[in-house]
């Protein structure tokens, strides 16, 4: 028996990782577990900040090591575009205004000659969210910057 010295339970040695210079590890198998879930989550949040933070220092860096990916891998980035392609269909509602849609598409391009920056159109809801999927109609639609919508990824707002 050995006590955790995380949750102080007194715990069978075989509930305990094995330390690597040999012996058995101070804190038990699930409040280890839990502090390595906890860590990674922090970390994930930690690597999102610094890779937003890099991609504003470091355009077009980025801008290179995404056209080199996309070069690097064809296969992957048509099967991403055809997915997307399939679900746009399948979300445009019969009551859609394709005209209406198509001006946002045209004024994204007029915006981008307007400031020199480019200007995606973007699904407030997206069409492929975990949580919920939105619609490709005029009222899902809005436009941003791309770096905007890139930093966005698939979330709302």
């Known amino acids: 028996m050995k006590v955790c010295t995380k949750c102080s339970v007194n715990k069978p040695i075989d509930m305990c990782h094995k330390a690597s ?82 001006l946002f598409y045209t004024g994204a391009k007029i915006e981008e000659e307007r400031t020199g920056r480019k200007v995606h159109v973007d699904h407030i809801v997206p069409l492929q969210g975990k949580m919920v999927c939105g619609l490709h109609c005029e009222d899902n639609l809005q436009l941003l910057f791309a770096e905007d919508n890139c930093s966005k990824g698939n979330a709302f707002g």
């Open 21 to 102: 210079g040999g012996g058995i590890q101070s804190s038990c198998k699930v409040c280890r577990n839990e502090h390595n879930r906890l860590y990674a989550a922090g970390r994930r949040e930690l690597e999102k900040e610094r890779a937003k933070i890099y991609n504003m220092l470091f355009p077009e860096k980025r801008a290179f090591m995404n056209r080199r990916w996309k070069q690097n891998n064809k296969g992957k980035v048509n099967a991403m575009t055809r997915k997307r392609q399939a679900s746009q269909i399948q979300r445009t509602p019969a009551w859609a205004d394709d005209k209406y849609i198509e």
